[in-house]
């Protein structure tokens, strides 16, 4: 299993950054994914998830109505639409794969996801 993370940068308060993770090893619609991030100081903070199918996803709070998860299976990626960025967006964008298709019962645990990727650096600031 591989989980390659890439469009991380610099970008303005207000920005967008579409962030995509590049899959390898496991059949992508037979299992949820998401992303993580961490800020500098802090633990991990879950982002989103997608189940295998990918028609059910699921925010954090702090990202509802600004982050778009999505997939395309045949690409073997995932990815991450992040709009209207703010200085506390920044952090190291993880992505992550569960061990089934469903959605884990607890996605903001860490413990649900047995493989993630080395991450990418999103930073916002003007």
């Known amino acids: 299993v591989q989980l390659v993370e890439s469009g991380g940068g610099l970008v303005q308060p207000g920005g967008s950054l579409r962030l995509s993770c590049a899959t390898s090893?496991?059949?992508?619609?037979?299992?949820?994914t998401g992303w993580f991030r961490q800020a500098p100081g802090k633990g991990p903070e879950w982002v989103a998830t997608?189940?295998?199918?990918?028609?059910?996803?699921a925010y954090g709070d702090s990202v509802k109505g600004r982050f778009t998860i999505f997939r395309d299976n045949a690409k073997n990626s995932l990815y991450l639409q992040m709009n209207s960025l703010k200085p506390e967006d920044t952090g190291v964008y993880y992505c992550?794969?569960?061990?089934?298709?469903?959605?884990?019962?607890?996605?903001?645990?860490?413990?649900?996801?047995?493989?993630w990727g080395q991450g990418t650096q999103v930073t916002v600031s003007s």
């Open positions: 997608v189940n295998g199918g990918g028609a059910i996803t």
């Open positions: 090893g496991f059949n992508l619609a037979y299992y949820a």
């Open positions: 992550v794969k569960d061990g089934v298709a469903d959605p884990p019962q607890n996605p903001a645990e860490k413990y649900e996801y047995g493989d």
